[in-house]
């Protein structure tokens, strides 16, 4: 796999305007043909107001970046004759700091990940991340704490999810501490510690048929100070209330929380 750019142990790093086109729908057009085509271009790693245009997947990603601003003011302009075409994918690995998102439209895709964490036992975390004004559309998750289900030192701190509006998303609000790629799973409890985490001011729809908000938190490392204010999410394609799904997570809720999480306690004098 060749690589478009990759960017390691970022400090203060500003990049700004430009264009990638890797040529995607010629490539989903030769492949359709049946011809011997070339493998393209996979994944997509790059900082800051360039606008990529026609790669196979687009995948925005740090590794122990510090103070790292993405501020993008147009959707990404993907493929559209890919098969299955899996979009946007933003995603923050260990080592992360200080990282502030702003002015995405997200989707398709898998929306935006802080992780996977702790697939190694002394691996660095993620702290003060902001994610703000974004729209997602049509994508499998929205904003994301994903930690391998095994025996970590890494953590994710300090995460703010704000100004953010869901349309047909199908999970649009998900901590997964148990998360397993490659089989068979370790079956262990995640040793990362995900801690001070706000949701505010979050509303839309769900694609989903039950639950729009899942905090599946570590039995070993429960979430801690989890906070939602005016958290407002419906089911698009069923008549019936949202759910929310809650293991071993702690914390605040704030003004209107929909749908009601059983693991927060009201508090409104808290801002």
């Known amino acids: 796999m060749k690589t478009t750019g990759f960017f390691q142990y970022l400090d203060g790093v500003t990049v700004y305007g430009g264009v990638l086109d890797a040529l995607g729908t010629s490539l989903w057009d030769c492949k359709k043909s049946g011809k011997n085509c070339p493998s393209g271009t996979t994944f997509l790693l790059l900082l800051i107001a360039l606008t990529p245009m026609g790669f196979t997947y687009n995948h925005y990603l740090t590794d122990q970046s510090v103070s790292l601003t993405l501020e993008l003011e147009l959707a990404m302009i993907v493929s559209p004759s890919r098969p299955g075409h899996s979009g946007l994918r933003v995603g923050f690995g260990s080592g992360s700091t200080n990282v502030s998102i702003q002015g995405i439209q997200c989707g398709p895709g ?20 902001t994610v703000s004004n974004v729209e997602f559309t049509a994508t499998s998750n929205g904003v994301r704490i994903k930690t391998w289900e095994r025996n970590s030192k890494s953590f994710a701190k300090n995460i703010v999810f704000q100004h953010i509006k869901m349309k047909m998303v199908k999970n649009p609000i998900i901590i997964d501490q148990h998360y397993c790629f490659v089989k068979p799973c370790p079956n262990q409890e995640s040793g990362v510690e995900v801690s001070n985490v706000r949701y505010e001011d979050i509303d839309g729809t769900s694609s989903s048929t039950d639950v729009a908000v899942k905090l599946d938190c570590s039995k070993e490392k429960p979430c801690t100070g989890i906070v ?10 069923v008549n019936r209330p949202a759910q929310a799904s809650c293991n071993n997570a702690n914390g605040l809720a704030n003004d209107v929380v929909i ?8 508090d409104t004098l808290m801002t």
């Open 110 to 129: 898998h929306g935006i990940s802080i992780g996977s964490l702790g697939i190694a036992e002394d691996e660095q975390g993620v702290e003060d991340v």
């Open 228 to 237: 939602m204010d005016n958290v407002n999410l419906a089911l698009q394609l």
């Open 259 to 266: 749908p009601f999480t059983p693991c927060l306690k009201r």
